[in-house]
């Protein structure tokens, strides 16, 4: 199983450009989550998705939007990148809400 | 909003000795959970401790858990160089919610 997987790795962005964050997970796992970690700080979340078919805002939505593709993969949009969104967005899915998070490895995205 | 806040923020220590990390937090929770990240890595979960549960072990890990007192605390013991890496708590309401973490370097 390759859990939870992230493209790309890396990417540098322009303001005012979009890109999409893939991420899809193998544990049939139902639900998933993106967060977004900024230099020597924890782990905000952005969206997350309970279940397939379903998507509901976290702490800092502003500026994407996510789509639950199906039960494996849930992608990350950025419509028009600013440079406050330089960062590392990980991807996470669980089996059930409350319980133990499995990680991506990570998207280091750098606008400028 | 950071429901976990970890303590201290830092933590620098010789191989060999024990690391114990601090997490508080405000509201009533449904369990408290431990993560591990080395450097440019994703998290890696540690253990999962119930509201109901006082104290678990896994390996080297010890974590507690004071409902009463809102807190939980990790101790590492006899660490290694290995374990060099920043250490997260996260407590589950609805969602998790991540604390600040505390970055540990231990020194061979």
């Known amino acids: 199983n390759a859990g939870v997987t992230q493209t790309p790795k890396f990417q540098v962005l322009k303001t005012g450009q979009s890109m999409t964050l893939q991420c899809a997970q193998d544990m049939n796992h139902n639900s998933m989550y993106w967060y977004r970690q900024d230099p020597g700080m924890g782990l905000r979340l952005i969206y997350y998705?309970?279940?397939?078919?379903?998507?509901d805002k976290g702490e800092v939505p502003n500026g994407y939007n996510v789509s639950r593709l199906n039960k494996r993969e849930f992608s990350l949009r950025l419509e028009s990148a600013a440079p406050s969104q330089t960062s590392v967005y990980f991807c996470?899915?669980?089996?059930?809400?409350?319980?133990?998070?499995?990680f991506g490895p990570g998207t280091r995205l750098l606008v400028l | 909003s950071q429901q976990g806040e970890e303590d201290p923020q830092a933590l620098s220590i010789q191989e060999g000795e024990n690391a114990t990390m601090n997490c508080s937090y405000k509201t009533s929770i449904n369990n408290l959970q431990w993560y591990r990240q080395n450097s440019g890595r994703g998290l890696v979960h540690l253990i999962l401790?119930?509201?109901?549960?006082r104290e678990k072990h896994s390996g080297r890990l010890r974590v507690t858990l004071d409902t009463s007192k809102k807190s939980s605390s990790l101790l590492i013991t006899a660490s290694r160089a290995a374990d060099t890496a920043s250490y997260f708590c996260a407590t589950a309401e609805d969602k998790l919610i991540f604390g600040a973490g505390t970055r540990l370097a231990v020194h061979p």
């Open positions: 998705s309970a279940s397939e078919g379903t998507t």
């Open positions: 401790i119930r509201s109901n549960e």
């Open positions: 996470a899915s669980t089996l059930l809400r409350q319980e133990t998070q499995y």
